[in-house]
């Protein structure tokens, strides 16, 4: 039996804390906070998108960050294997709209307290408001930890499981950073993902709140190249856009958001352009004698109709049967493609996840552990892999922590 140190008590340190305690080892769980989780309490809107349904491929397809690391974690511990662990602790799950699955509560908490349940089945030490300072070490291996307070504490291993530096309020600090640092490990650049995007027109202030769904998105760059494209669901907010899409695509506006990315918007992305001339024709038919203001609330919600009449040009008092075929040309191309010019992002406070961290060629993808110092392990956010919104990211953070936990001191 060894003594681990597990560094930070999120999903990735409750997972490694309660497997490495499970295979016999003792275990203790030190988390600068008050309380455990506090990231996992606030995902999916309090409800906590704890995994996705699809399969190995769909989640490889779903991580734009370092993929094939994962390939050890997941066929280790995966989607299903986390649904069964929540169900021994008493918490059942669900699989809503994209394959997101919930715990059937709708509660994070219940989350939270299974996890904290599974830690406390195998007797992990808990040592709330405990922060630490630095891994400790000695020709090449672990031989501990010290605390803020300069307390040194022996242990044969330590897994670090800090997060990154998404929701700091949290504890993501980048604490993990700095001690993969001291212990000569490489921290690629870290940027803020899965976030809203700011956008110079001033119309999506008017249209805050409103929700569209079924709608295709797509990113280009400064050269016209289309760098993502996605279909759902997205949001207008007081100082840009944000929803499901919309987090996704920021991820590939990572290193430049000041230069020249533009988002398009497709408001009716299951018509083609010739289908929907057809059901403009059928909709100007319909009120060829009312303003073009008062014509267009069959196809598009009330409040964006201003916003698009006012892009489109045409006099909102032109009566519908005045209006040109060059006109209507104009309409269809908003419709298929409303113009937004991105100038950034929100920042760490409304990340999702963060991008980059721990290089991950130089760590055992099988084991988690380090390739340059023995018995030090890192799990969770704080490595350079990430994936885009739908419960992708918080199964890395299980495997990686259940991976980590498993192989801790398998020699011991």
């Not at 309380?35 to 809107?45: A, C, D, M, Q, S």
Request: net charge neutral; hydrophobic share 40%.
């Amino acid at each position: 039996m060894a003594k681990i140190a597990v560094i930070g008590g999120g999903a990735a340190g409750m997972l490694a804390a309660g497997r490495a305690a499970q295979r016999g080892h003792e275990v203790h769980l030190f988390e600068k906070n008050n309380r455990l989780g506090k990231k996992i309490l606030i995902t999916g809107k309090g409800r906590c998108n704890v995994t996705n349904d699809g399969d190995l491929d769909a989640f490889l397809d779903n991580i734009p960050g370092n993929p094939y690391f994962m390939y050890s974690a997941f066929y280790r511990f995966d989607n299903q294997a986390l649904r069964q662990l929540l169900l021994d602790m008493g918490l059942e799950t669900k699989v809503e709209r994209g394959n997101r699955v919930f715990p059937v509560t709708d509660r994070s908490l219940d989350v939270v307290q299974a996890l904290e349940k599974y830690m406390r089945q195998n007797k992990v030490a808990l040592h709330l408001e405990s922060q630490v300072e630095h891994v400790v070490m000695k020709e090449g291996r672990v031989t501990g930890i010290r605390l803020k307070n300069q307390k040194e504490l022996p242990f044969d291993a330590v897994i670090v499981t800090t997060g990154g530096l998404s929701y700091p309020n949290t504890g993501s600090t980048g604490d993990g950073y700095r001690m993969a640092k001291a212990a000569g490990h490489t921290v690629t650049k870290l940027y803020p993902s899965l976030v809203p995007l700011k956008t110079a027109e001033s119309w999506c202030q008017e249209l805050m709140g409103l929700s569209l769904r079924n709608i295709a998105i797509r990113i280009c760059n400064e050269k016209g190249k289309t760098v993502y494209e996605d279909f759902g669901e997205m949001l207008f907010t007081h100082f840009g856009v944000s929803g499901p899409v919309i987090l996704s695509a920021s991820r590939h506006i990572l290193t430049d958001t000041e230069k020249g990315f533009h988002l398009y918007i497709d408001l009716k992305p299951a018509l083609d352009e010739k289908q929907l001339d057809h059901r403009l024709l059928r909709d100007f038919e319909k009120y060829s004698n009312k303003d073009f203001r008062n014509a267009l609330g069959d196809l598009l919600p009330q409040k964006l109709i201003p916003v698009v009449i006012s892009l489109s040009g045409i006099d909102p008092e032109k009566k519908v049967n005045g209006i040109t075929k060059e006109e209507r040309k104009q309409l269809l191309h908003l419709l298929k493609a409303l113009p937004l010019t991105i100038i950034g992002v929100t920042g760490y406070n409304e990340a999702v996840v963060t991008s980059g961290g721990i290089c991950v060629d130089e760590i055992d993808p099988s084991t988690m552990e380090s390739k340059l110092v023995k018995n030090l392990y890192f799990a969770g956010e704080v490595l350079d892999v990430d994936a885009y919104t739908g419960g992708f990211n918080l199964q890395i953070a299980f495997s990686t922590g259940y991976t980590a936990g498993d192989s801790v001191c398998e020699e011991v």
